[in-house]
């Protein structure tokens, strides 16, 4: 079982930048590849992007891909998200996710385990 509690949303203008982190409970951290959605008031849950167990390979929403960064800390268990050039469609729930699949899983059904999400909002 793994517990992943998320932090670092808040509301910021646009061009303006936020980290997400985070943070993973339980063991085994580095084996699952961890990743985050975000899910827009009325919209579907949506990828934004997946970094795989070694931190070796990454992979983007086409909408994010330049102005978003996800990387990765196994001694802290941690993952983060590094948001520049916000926009205001960027506003929503962000989720962290840990999948147990190998490779780079981009659709929700891979994920196994979701935080509760924290909301980013970004002004115009």
């Known amino acids: 079982q793994v517990q992943l509690v998320e932090s670092g949303g808040g509301l910021v203008q646009a061009g303006g930048s936020l980290r997400l982190s985070c943070t993973a409970s339980g063991r085994a951290f580095s084996t699952y590849a961890m990743g985050w959605f975000r899910q827009a008031a009325g919209k579907e849950r949506e990828f934004v992007a997946v970094i795989t167990r070694s931190g070796g390979s990454t992979n983007y929403a086409g909408s994010v891909k330049g102005r978003f960064t996800i990387s990765r800390d196994n001694a802290k268990n941690t993952v983060y998200l590094q948001m520049n050039s916000l926009k205001p469609e960027d506003t929503a729930v962000y989720y962290c996710?840990?999948?147990?699949?190998?490779?780079?899983?981009?659709?929700?059904?891979?994920?196994?385990?979701w935080g509760q999400g924290t909301q980013v909002t970004v002004s115009s």
């Open positions: 996710t840990a999948s147990q699949t190998s490779g780079v899983p981009l659709t929700t059904g891979r994920y196994d385990y």
